[in-house]
T-cell receptor
Framework: DAGVTQSPTHLIKTRGQQVTLRCSPK?????VSWYQQALGQGPQFIFQ???????QRGNFPDRFSGHQFPNYSSELNVNALLLGDSALYLC????????????FGQGTRLTVV | DAKTTQPPSMDCAEGRAANLPCNHS???????VYWYRQIHSQGPQYIIH???NNETNEMASLIITEDRKSSTLILPHATLRDTAVYYC???????????FGIGTKLQVIP
């Protein structure tokens, strides 16, 4: 079992550009959540997808959008990048409706210059 | 989700038990206490969770007070590899909208 995989691991973008990050959940998991982690801070919840719909959303602007595919994989899109979007982006997978743990990927380190 | 409060940092001697406290005084009846840890630049790793009974697994023990307003994560024999940031989270089960605070940075000292 490969666990949660994220791609790419690192990338550098220019302010104003758009970026797409990808996540494949742990085998058998149906729910994907995305987090942003700035340096020295805890992860901040962006949104969560289940059955290809956004189910919950944190306090992030509409520039942050996502998608979940029928195979449960997910994408995070960020438009009009700002310098402040530089962070580690984490994907977590879990099972909807159960009190079980989330499994996290290793993250994508995004640097906006 | 209930807010949790943790000390920002702690030290523990290698081989000794590490006891990490967490305050969650506003926790509601259906919220579980979860513990995760994050080793530098890696994704968070699940440790243990519980509702009201004490729990133990191969990694740690979780002690929840009877009123559920606080809990303690116990690493019985800390090793250098346990150096990490430990997050205590109180959340409604099943939907995984996990709200992390700053956590406790545990430094295990040789």
């Amino acid at each position: 079992d490969a666990g949660v995989t994220q791609s790419p691991t690192h990338l550098i973008k220019t302010r104003g550009q758009q970026v797409t990050l990808r996540c494949s959940p742990k085998s058998g998991h149906d729910t994907v959540s995305w987090y942003q982690q700035a340096l020295g801070q805890g992860p901040q919840f962006i949104f969560q997808y289940y059955e290809e719909e956004e189910r919950q959303r944190g306090n992030f602007p509409d520039r942050f959008s996502g998608h979940q595919f029928p195979n449960y994989s997910s994408e995070l899109n960020v438009n009009a990048l700002l310098l402040g979007d530089s962070a580690l982006y984490l994907c977590a997978s879990s099972l909807w409706g159960l009190n079980t743990e989330a499994f996290f990927g290793q993250g994508t380190r995004l640097t906006v210059v | 989700d209930a807010k949790t409060t943790q000390p920002p940092s702690m030290d523990c001697a290698e081989g000794r038990a590490a006891n990490l406290p967490c305050n969650h005084s506003t926790i509601s009846g259906n919220e579980y206490v979860y513990w995760y840890r994050q080793i530098h630049s890696q994704g968070p790793q699940y440790i243990i969770h519980g509702l009201k009974n004490n729990e133990t697994n191969e990694m740690a023990s979780l002690i929840i007070t009877e009123d559920r307003k606080s809990s303690t994560l116990i690493l019985p024999h800390a090793t250098l590899r346990d150096t990490a940031v430990y997050y205590c989270i109180a959340e409604s089960g099943g939907y995984q909208k996990v709200t992390f605070g700053i956590g406790t940075k545990l430094q295990v000292i040789p």
